[in-house]
C-alpha cells in the first residue's frame, strides 16, 4: 500500500517534469529567443545606442564578435518584425520534432553560419537574425526529407510550402539585404542535416522488410526504436493447433404422431 502510494506520486511527478520541459522546450525557448532580439532593439531606441557597429564585418579580426552578437541586432522596426515570426515558427518546430538535437542545430549551426558569413561577406556591417533563420530552414527542410519519417517529411513540405520563397534572397538581389548572410545559413543547415544522425526518429521497420529476410527461417518480428537501436520480438504465438469438437445428441423420449 505504501509503495503504491509511492510509485503513484513519483509517476505524477514525472508526468509534470515532462510537461513542463515540453513547454520550455517549445514554447518558452522560442519566446526568449524573440524576447531578447525585442529588448535589445528597445534598448537601442529607448536610450539612444547603435549597435550595428557590432555585426559581423568580415575578414577582420575586430568583426568576429559580431558572429555571437550579430543575431540580437536588427536596423529598423521592419527589419525586426520580419524575422519575428519565422524565428519564433521554425525554431519551436526545431525544440518540437528535433528535441534531442534541438541545442546542437542552434549553437553550432549559428556559430558556423556567422563564420562563414563572416569568410564570405562584402565589407559591411551583417546584422539580424536571418542568418539563423535561413539555417533552421534549411535543416527542417533537407533533414524530413532525408529521415524518411513521414512525420519529419510532413515538416519539410510545410516549411518549404510557407518559407519556400525565402530561397530568392540568397542570391543579390537587394543590395541592402545581406544575401551572404542568408546563404550561409542555407549552406550551414544543409551540412547539419546532412551530419547529424543520432537521435532522429526514424521509420518502423518490419523483419520482411529486410533484404535478408528468409521467412523459413526468421521467426522473429524486428524493428528499431528511435535511437536506431536493434529491436527482437518474440515470435507470434501459433494458435493453428488441433482442436477436437464433440456434440452429444440425446433423442427425445416424446413420440411424435400425425393423424389423417
Not at 520550455?24 to 550595428?52: A, C, H, K, Q, S
Not at 550579430?70 to 527589419?79: A, K
Not at 565589407?123 to 519529419?152: D, E, P, V
Request: with cysteine; aromatic share 18%; net charge negative.
Amino acid at each position: 500500500m505504501v509503495f503504491g502510494r509511492f510509485f503513484d506520486i513519483f509517476y505524477k511527478a514525472m508526468r509534470k517534469r515532462d510537461q513542463f520541459v515540453f513547454s520550455t522546450g517549445v514554447v518558452g525557448y522560442p519566446l526568449l529567443f524573440v524576447l531578447l532580439i525585442w529588448i535589445v532593439f528597445w534598448f537601442e531606441v529607448r536610450f539612444g545606442f547603435d549597435f550595428n557597429n557590432f555585426g559581423i564585418y568580415p575578414r577582420t579580426l575586430v568583426g568576429l564578435r559580431g558572429v555571437l552578437l550579430s543575431p540580437f541586432i536588427h536596423g529598423d522596426l521592419s527589419h525586426l518584425w520580419h524575422n519575428t515570426l519565422p524565428l519564433l515558427i521554425l525554431s519551436a518546430s526545431l525544440f518540437f520534432f528535433y528535441p534531442r538535437n534541438s541545442w546542437k542545430v542552434i549553437l553550432i549551426g549559428g556559430l558556423l553560419t556567422g563564420l562563414l558569413t563572416w569568410m564570405l561577406g562584402r565589407t559591411a556591417n551583417h546584422i539580424g537574425a536571418s542568418g539563423l533563420i535561413y539555417m533552421l530552414f534549411g535543416f527542417l527542410f533537407l533533414k524530413g526529407i532525408i529521415a524518411k519519417h513521414y512525420r519529419l517529411i510532413a515538416l519539410s513540405f510545410v516549411v518549404v510550402f510557407i518559407y519556400g520563397s525565402m530561397i530568392w534572397y540568397t542570391f543579390p538581389i537587394d543590395p541592402k539585404i545581406s544575401w551572404e548572410g542568408h546563404l550561409s545559413g542555407l549552406i550551414v543547415g544543409f551540412v547539419l542535416a546532412f551530419g547529424i544522425k543520432k537521435g532522429i526518429a526514424i521509420p518502423q521497420k518490419y523483419n520482411w522488410e529486410k533484404e535478408d529476410f528468409d521467412p523459413e527461417e526468421d521467426d522473429f518480428l524486428r524493428h528499431f526504436d528511435e535511437d536506431g537501436n536493434f529491436i527482437e520480438c518474440l515470435p507470434e504465438p501459433d494458435f493453428q493447433e488441433n482442436i477436437e469438437i464433440i456434440y452429444n445428441y440425446k433423442p427425445s423420449d416424446s413420440n411424435n404422431s400425425e393423424e389423417e
